[in-house]
């Protein structure tokens, strides 16, 4: 069975703090994502990574930056958390390939105060 | 704007009763996704439709894919509590491109 796994299910941060959320697949996927999933928005981009040191931009990219220093771990770095980033984060992994399944992890809930 | 829109978003329905989801998006995507989410719970891969005209079926689920029309259906025949959650369709912004666009879900309660 293919494994998302993100290593922090629950946090509460306060306002300004550096934020880390980290994420290891086990498939050899090379495609890695996060999103954030808000009530009546669905999930939205926030940043993909098609293979190691390698990041796109998705659709809200603004506050956040990403690691993916090795092929099975890409980490997303709130810089300074406000509370508009709280929310669910979502990690998920692919093949390479259209047409691939994508597989989430199970989510991390930050709420920032 | 690139776009997946899903009807409808909330669903309420009776044991035993057959009922479609649509999702109808403006990308030019020949993939389809669509996800089931329980309550609290992460996103788990139900379908993935890779043609025009593909069909795909598992227990009670039935999807299909046209991409002259942009439309999937996602049809629930003689509905289940156990079918409860919330349904997502994704598609890609273009073939290749990984930027997946998501539906924003919708709302599922089968009643007993």
């Known amino acids: 069975d293919v494994k998302v796994t993100q290593s922090s299910r629950y946090l509460v941060k306060r306002t300004g703090e550096k934020v880390f959320l980290e994420c290891v697949q086990d498939?050899?996927?090379?495609?890695m994502f996060w999103y954030r999933q808000d009530p009546g928005l669905g999930l939205r981009l926030i940043y993909f990574?098609?293979?190691?040191?390698?990041?796109e931009k998705g659709d809200i990219p603004e506050g956040y930056s990403v690691s993916r220093e090795k092929k099975e771990r890409f980490s997303l770095i709130l810089e300074s958390a406000s509370t508009n980033q709280t929310s669910m984060y979502l990690c998920?992994?692919?093949?390479?390939?259209?047409?691939?399944?994508?597989?989430f992890g199970e989510g991390s809930w930050l709420t920032v105060v | 704007e690139l776009k997946v829109e899903q009807n409808p978003l909330f669903l309420s329905m009776q044991e035993g009763k057959n009922y479609t989801i649509y999702c109808n998006y403006s990308?030019?995507?020949?993939?389809l996704y669509w996800y089931r989410q329980d309550p609290g719970k992460s996103l788990e891969s139900l379908f993935v439709?890779?043609?025009?005209?593909a069909v795909k079926q598992e227990g009670r689920l039935m999807a299909s894919l046209d991409t002259k029309a942009r439309l999937s259906t996602l049809h629930i025949t003689a509905a289940v509590h156990d079918l409860s959650a919330t349904y997502f369709c994704?598609?890609?912004?273009?073939?290749?491109?990984?930027?997946?666009?998501f539906g924003t879900g919708t709302r599922l309660k089968v009643l007993a």
């Open positions: 998920a992994s692919s093949y390479r390939g259209s047409g691939n399944t994508i597989y």
């Open positions: 498939m050899d996927h090379e495609n």
């Open positions: 990574s098609y293979d190691v040191k390698m990041k």
């Open positions: 990308t030019t995507s020949d993939r």
């Open positions: 439709l890779l043609s025009n005209g």
């Open positions: 994704a598609v890609d912004r273009a073939s290749g491109t990984y930027k997946y666009i």
